[in-house]
């Protein structure tokens, strides 16, 4: 694979000697584990420059090893970006699907959910996801993994939001005729405020936008009580 930048090839010839001692003791690690190792480097620098000013010589330096190394286990810049995207994005969602099940009950999940989805913290994430979503758009993806990626981490994220409303439904702490339509457009509701909160174009504050999330559920899941 051509490196992502030019002098990618400068630096490796200039460390081979210093390369060669660190390589020899990763020879003892296991293919997955090194795989590893240069994604989770991959993630932080997604994060503070964007997926498109991230290069092959830019993750083998936060990672450690030669660009040698990396372009030996990965077939291209993309592949390992897209990895750290989904690795990143899944940690954030099981993160989430913890919480909810510690919870005592479907609505306290839903609270739960809807303050972690929007803190000062979580603008990081959503810049990665959004990120995310135009790198599919706009790299050359013969085999659609950026797009199966995202239906992937949709339909998990739906899922539990589905799980969530049948469960207060069962329980009948909800009334909710159609929990597939609510979990489209909580979901919809999200991205969207996400992005606004982003932009700042209008101005949103995170406890705005968790109140419309907060208004969404009071006004659809009600319950037969007082």
């Not at 390369?19 to 296991?30: E, F, W």
């Not at 799980?163 to 609510?182: K, Q, W």
Request: a negative charge; glycine letters at 6%.
């Amino acid at each position: 694979m051509a490196p992502h930048h030019p002098e990618d090839v400068g630096v490796k010839a200039a460390k081979t000697p210093r390369r060669a001692v660190a390589a020899a003791d990763r020879t003892r690690q296991p293919t997955e584990v090194r795989r590893r190792l240069i994604v989770e480097a991959a993630v932080p620098l997604i994060a503070e420059r964007g997926y498109a000013s991230v290069g092959v010589r830019d993750v083998a330096a936060a990672a450690g090893v030669s660009v040698g190394t990396v372009t030996y286990h990965f077939g291209s810049v993309q592949e390992i970006l897209s990895e750290a995207m989904v690795l990143h994005i899944e940690r954030y969602y099981a993160a989430l699907n913890e919480a909810a099940e510690e919870a005592a009950g479907s609505g306290e999940a839903l609270r739960l959910l809807i303050d972690a989805l929007f803190t000062e913290d979580t603008d990081r994430h959503w810049r990665m996801w959004f990120d995310y979503w135009s790198a599919g758009d706009r790299d050359q993806d013969p085999e659609q993994a950026f797009a199966s990626g995202q239906a992937k981490r949709y339909e998990d994220w739906h899922s539990q939001i589905r799980a969530l409303v049948e469960r207060g439904v069962a329980d009948g702490e909800f009334t909710c005729e159609d929990p597939t339509g609510f979990t489209v457009r909580f979901a919809a509701l999200s991205d969207g405020l996400a992005l606004q909160r982003l932009r700042q174009s209008p101005a949103l504050s995170t406890e705005d936008a968790r109140r419309h999330l907060y208004r969404l559920v009071e006004s659809e899941l009600r319950t037969d009580g007082p």
